[in-house]
């Protein structure tokens, strides 16, 4: 029988877990499905790390997950994989930039292993290419592929019809202490002067730290965390949606991904162009034109726009597909 090759990641699948949708959804590019064991399960993995030795298979491990990456049991099966998959294994990191302490170990591990590491913006890229003196980059190949969208976007129907009445401004995402509020409140003192309405997708919204009294006046609703299923059919009624962040948007953001996906206008912030390449014709910059801006795209523009943002997830899934699994 032959081998099949080796994917460490844990959530995979998850609506929980950003990075194990999205691993999940990347695999749809690949031709034969690979043997997954959950890194947490050390001997499992070390099995699964053998069977790819003997038989020159592929490793490709996915991190962090949001129940790997504070994981004793998954560092160490990384340890594993770092020594028993030279030369085979793919490491693919999801913000590898903000790791934090964990950036020591990644490094050291990324040294022993060597091989293909996959990251998600050229400044992550960079950062890593820097790291250690350059020594982590004289022992891998890094490239530069966003993940693939977990968000089943694909067939979502797209905000062709006439936004809701009163309009609707949008928030999707978890709200993380990295998500720039500043820029969200821009928009929603123009949707105050609109009386238009507040909808946010995803947990933690109704604890963000807003300033005094910017939602006092607002007609807000928060949804808290949907299943995919539902994100379409709530968010195709948004005239406008938001998508904050304090450090710049980049392509690996899927809070900005979905919302284009659907057609809807979308405002954000770019700290360095080069980590944002997807530019659509409904992505918005400016805030104080954003609300007018999303109010005069039309369906055909929506569409349009839609379609780009179809192409790129496409092309994206091919380029990872590519990265992580073709043959050593």
Not at 158 to 172: K, M, Q, S
């Amino acid at each position: 029988m032959t081998e099949r090759p080796l994917l460490l990641c844990g959530d995979l699948g998850s609506e929980r877990c950003g990075v194990g949708a999205s691993e999940s959804a990347a695999l749809a590019a690949v031709g034969s499905r690979p043997h997954t064991v959950d890194p947490r399960h050390v001997g499992a993995s070390l099995r699964g790390l053998l069977r790819a030795r003997r038989s020159r298979q592929v490793v490709v491990v996915a991190y962090p997950t949001r129940s790997t990456v504070r994981s004793v049991r998954a560092t160490v099966t990384l340890a594993l994989a770092a020594g028993l998959g030279r030369g085979r294994i793919r490491w693919h990191l999801h913000e590898y930039a903000i790791f934090g302490e964990r950036r020591a170990l990644i490094d050291l591990l990324l040294v022993v292993g060597g091989g293909r590491v996959v990251v998600s913006t050229r400044s992550e890229a960079a950062a890593l290419r820097r790291s250690r003196g350059g020594r982590v980059a004289h022992r891998v190949d890094v490239r530069v592929i966003p993940p693939a969208n977990g968000t089943p976007v694909a067939t979502a129907p797209v905000a062709t019809g006439a936004p809701a009445d009163p309009p609707i401004v949008g928030l999707f995402g978890t709200a993380r202490a990295d998500k720039g509020l500043d820029v969200a409140v821009a928009a929603l003192d123009s949707a105050l002067q609109t009386e238009a309405r507040v909808e946010t997708i995803g947990s933690g919204w109704d604890e963000a730290p807003w300033p005094p009294g910017v939602l006092d006046h607002l007609d807000v609703r928060h949804h808290g965390r949907l299943p995919t299923a539902r994100l379409a059919s709530v968010m195709t009624r948004w005239t406008l949606a938001v998508a904050p962040f304090a450090d710049g948007a980049t392509d690996g953001r899927m809070s900005l991904r979905t919302p284009l996906a659907c057609g809807i206008p979308t405002l954000t912030t770019v700290a360095r162009a080069e980590d944002l390449t997807l530019r659509p014709s409904h992505l918005l910059l400016d805030p104080d034109t954003a609300w007018a801006d999303a109010r005069a795209t039309d369906p055909a523009a929506r569409a349009d726009g839609a379609a780009a943002v179809a192409r790129f997830e496409a092309e994206t899934g091919r380029a990872l597909a590519a990265a992580l699994w073709d043959a050593p």
